[in-house]
């Protein structure tokens, strides 16, 4: 549980992210930036219920450990 909790608030800065990086860009539109935070968000909530009930513990782990060092490496870089 406490798991899932940690991944899905990596999840949403990631998704901030996203469309933060989506909105950079030259050509993005609003519906752009809107259906890349509607892809990561999707993403982000098919992930928290896998590991609610299918994954292994050691998987959502990694799961939880590759989001923190996603979200540190998004904020350096930016």
Known sequence: MVATVLLGVN???LVLLTMAR???RKDATSGTVALAGAI???ILVV???LTLTVL???ATWILVG???V???VMMLAS
């Open 11 to 13: 999840g949403l800065v």
């Open 22 to 24: 989506t909105r950079d």
């Open 40 to 42: 990561s968000f999707t």
């Open 47 to 49: 992930l928290c219920v």
């Open 56 to 58: 292994a513990p050691l």
């Open 66 to 68: 590759a989001g923190v």
């Open 70 to 72: 996603a979200v540190t």
